[in-house]
């Protein structure tokens, strides 16, 4: 789910994350009312909610401190371009909190949410192969 009140950068979102096949988007908000009231009802497992919604500065972190008594299980990725916003984020109960011109990088967006957000199969563990140099066959 994603909570982002400027169009485009919720469109960046939605591309980014239409790019993950792990990943199915169950809706979007462009208000903090229309994002509770959806979320309350989809229960998403991840919530991608910007930290200034209009000219509010308290509203991602509003949202965020009340959805996690909501869903608790879910995750929450805080995205914000203001840097005084990011202790506020994390303080509400975001998981992680990332500046916003990750967007902009779009193969970097995706290796970040695949690596941090993306639950991982109990099984599964990251395999680290020994690194070759010329002299080795």
Known sequence: FILE??????SALEKILGDIPEIMIVGSADTTAIALDRCEKLKPDLIIADAKIGQDKSAGASF??????V???GRILGITYHADLV???ERAGGDYVVNKALIENQDAAIKYIRETLLPKPPFFRTFKPPQLTEHQD
């Open 87 to 89: 202790d506020s984020l």
């Open 71 to 73: 869903l608790s299980n």
């Open 5 to 10: 009140d400027k169009y485009f950068e919720r």
């Open 64 to 69: 965020v401190r009340y959805i996690r008594t």
